[in-house]
């Protein structure tokens, strides 16, 4: 019975490597295509929240800033303070709280502004004043605020 001989298994190590260095940077975009897209669907998820919250009580409350406990609890009908008919408004996966926060793919907390005061304008901080009633964005793969790879609701 005749085995490989070490030229053979060789070029057999060779070509794995060389298919896993053509591979890996398809694999790291495909991720990261994917984590975007993720992002995309919850900061959507939390406009079409608060406008669903905004339609039931035709208010919002006065809230903005990070998803926080409290934000969660509002929008997911765990408390009776802002929802006072305990409505779910938005589900949350533990998989995406960590510190108390509603986070991104890439741990950071989502934020989000409201128009309170119904002047149809909100003030992002990172991005300035939007005429419209809810925002709601991502730090986005780099982790900083207010730069150009932010995961928007309004784009």
């Known amino acids: 019975m005749r085995g490989f001989t070490l030229i053979e298994l ?4 060779a070509i794995i490597i060389i298919l896993a260095a053509l591979l890996t940077p398809v694999v790291i ?4 295509t994917a984590e975007i897209r993720k992002a995309q669907n919850e900061v959507s998820q939390l406009e079409a929240a608060w406008r669903a919250y ?11 800033g990070n998803v926080t406990s409290t934000v969660r609890d509002i929008l997911s009908g765990a408390t009776a303070t802002d929802n006072p008919r305990r409505i779910q408004f938005m589900e949350f996966s533990e998989g995406s709280i960590s510190g108390g926060n509603f986070v991104d793919p890439w ?13 149809n304008q909100v003030n992002t901080g990172d991005h300035g ?3 419209r009633q809810v925002a709601a964005w991502s730090a986005g793969p780099d982790g ?3 730069s150009d ?3 928007v609701s309004w784009k």
Do not use: C
Not at 10 to 13: H, R
Not at 54 to 64: A, D, I, Q
């Open 149 to 151: 790879d932010d995961v």
């Open 29 to 32: 975009n495909v991720i990261r």
């Open 10 to 13: 060789m070029a057999v190590i």
């Open 129 to 131: 004043t939007l005429n």
């Open 107 to 119: 741990g950071n907390p989502y934020k989000f502004a409201l128009d309170s005061n119904f002047n």
């Open 144 to 146: 900083d605020f207010g």
């Open 54 to 64: 905004y339609m039931e009580y035709r208010r919002l409350p006065n809230h903005s």
